[in-house]
């Protein structure tokens, strides 16, 4: 009565392995057997993308980012602190105090 087995499916799976080195160092080539036929736009272009790629840019990037966000926080502790002041004058004035009681 139950004679028919399933079978399972089988894959056909192939890994694949990537070599980032050896991908840079093909680009490098190519564009360098390339660049006497191209424009100077193209190899500019070229050069931009390697260097996004090798994080060249970012490196770069962090001095300038950490040297802004120094900045940044030194500016926003002063504003606190002119804010405090502020409301601290406020606070202590006569008007500010006879203004509450009034309400």
Do not use: W
């Not at 790629?53 to 001095?63: E, K």
Request: aromatic share 10%; glycine share 2%; charged share 30%.
């Amino acid at each position: 009565m139950f004679k028919f087995k399933p079978k399972h499916k089988a894959f056909e799976y192939k890994p694949r392995f990537y070599d980032q080195q050896k991908e840079e160092l093909m680009d490098r080539i190519a564009r360098y057997n390339k660049e006497g036929k191209q424009e100077d736009v193209e190899v500019t272009k070229d050069n931009i993308r390697a260097s996004f790629r090798s994080g060249a840019s970012t490196q770069a990037d962090q001095g300038y980012r950490s040297s802004m966000v120094n900045k940044s926080n030194k500016r926003l502790f002063v504003i606190i602190v002119i804010l405090c002041v502020v409301i601290y004058m406020m606070m202590q004035s006569d008007k500010v105090i006879s203004m509450m009681d009034s309400m």
